[in-house]
C-alpha cells in the first residue's frame, strides 16, 4: 500500500525505516570494532607465545650443542677417549704400511654384520694389538654412544689416519689429507682442531650431507689431542645425529593445529623436519622468506608474512651463534587459525546483528501509527 506523502502512516514507515536502518548501522559499526578488538588481541597474544616458544627453542639447542662441546673437550683432554688414541696409535703403527688396508678388510669388507650394525662387531678374529684393544674399547664406546645420541665417534691420528671410528663406514681407515674423504666436513674439523691446537679449541661444522654415511645429514664437533709434553698427538670427533634436534623442535604441545618451529641454514635449506611433512626435509626443503632472512642477518622479531607453504602465518624469529655457525630459529602458525576466535564472533554477531533488525522490523510493522486529531 502507498500512503500520501505528509499523511501520518507515511510519516510513521518512513520512521520506521529510519529506525531499521540506524539499527543495522550501529549493529555493523559495532561488530566490525568487537571483531577487530578481538583480532588485534589474538594476534597479540599469539605473537607474544610465538616469541617465547621460538626463545625457549633457542635456548634448548644452544644447551645441546654447548654439551656436545663440553663432552669432546673433556674427552679429548683426559679419560678413556684420549688413552685410546695412544693406544690404537701405537697399534696402528704395529701394523706397517699396510695398516689401513689390513684394518679395512678385518672390519669392514669381513665383517660378518650388515652395513648397519657394523659397530656392533667388537673384535675381528685376528691376533692384532689393534683387534685387542678394539675389545677392550669398543663397548665403551657403544655405551657412550647410545647414551649420548651421538652417530659416530673418530679417533684421527696426527698424520690424519682415521685409525677408529665405532660404525665402521666408509671414512674409517682413510686419511683425510689426501684420502677420498679429504673434501668432507669431518676432514675440514680435524684440520681446523689441528691448525688451533689449543687444548679448549672446538671445530664445528654446520649439518650437511656426507656420502660415507649414506648421504645423510652429519654434523661434527672436533677438538685436539696433546701428549703429556703438549705436542698434537690427533683429534677427537663426534658424529652429531639431527635425532635431538628434531626432538626439540618438533615438541608441538600449545602450538595448535598448524604451529610448528623449525631452523633454517644459511643456505635457506632447514636443519630439522617440517612437523607438515612425511618425509624428511633436513637439507631438502628451501624457506627463503623475509623473516628468515632478517634471522639469518642478526635480527629478532615477530611479523606476518606468507611462510614456506604459501601461507599467511604468524612468525617469530630469532637467530643462533655457535662456533662461526648462525641459523634461524622459527616458530610460526597459520593466521586463519590464529584468527579463528574472532571469525566465529563474527559470524554470531552478524547473526544476532540480523535477528536484532528483524525484531526491530516486524516491531515496527505491528504497531499501529499514532492517532492524531484529524483521525
Known sequence: MIWPRGSVRYRFHRQLLGLVGLTFLVTVLAGFVIYQTAAVRLVRDAKGELRLLMELRISSIEQFLETNQSEVLLWSDHGPPREALFQFSAAWSELGPDAA???????????????????EYDRAPDRS?????????????????????????????????????????????????DGPWKD???????????????????????????????????SFIASPVHGDSGEFVGVLAMQIS?????????????????????????DFLMRSDS????????LVQEVD?????????????????????????????????FQGVRWAVMAEIDLEE??????RLRRNLFFTGLAVLAFVALAGAASPPPLTRNQ
Open 101 to 119: 688396508e689390513t684394518l679395512r678388510r678385518l672390519y669392514i669388507e669381513q665383517n660378518p654384520l650388515p652395513a648397519d650394525r657394523r659397530g
Open 129 to 177: 694389538t689393534y683387534s685387542s684393544v678394539h675389545a677392550s674399547v669398543h663397548p665403551a664406546a657403544r655405551r657412550f654412544l647410545n647414551a649420548l645420541d651421538y652417530h659416530d665417534v673418530f679417533i684421527i691420528d696426527a698424520a690424519g689416519h682415521v685409525i677408529y671410528t665405532y660404525s665402521k663406514e666408509a671414512d674409517f681407515g682413510t686419511n683425510l689429507d
Open 184 to 218: 668432507t666436513d669431518l676432514a675440514a674439523v680435524y684440520r681446523e682442531a689441528r691448525a688451533a691446537g689449543a687444548i679448549d679449541d672446538v671445530a664445528f661444522s654446520d649439518f650437511r650431507r656426507y656420502e660415507p654415511s649414506h648421504d645423510e645429514p652429519a
Open 242 to 266: 639431527s635425532g635431538r634436534i628434531n626432538e626439540e623442535m618438533q615438541f608441538t604441545a600449545g602450538m595448535g593445529e598448524t604451529g610448528e618451529t623449525y631452523i633454517v641454514g644459511d
Open 275 to 282: 612437523r607438515f611433512s612425511e618425509g624428511s626435509t633436513i
Open 289 to 321: 622468506t623475509e623473516t628468515v632472512r632478517r634471522a639469518l642477518n642478526g635480527e629478532s622479531g615477530v611479523d606476518i608474512v606468507t611462510d614456506y607453504r604459501g601461507v599467511e602465518s604468524v612468525s617469530a624469529y630469532g637467530f643462533l651463534d
Open 338 to 343: 590464529v584468527l579463528r576466535p574472532a571469525r
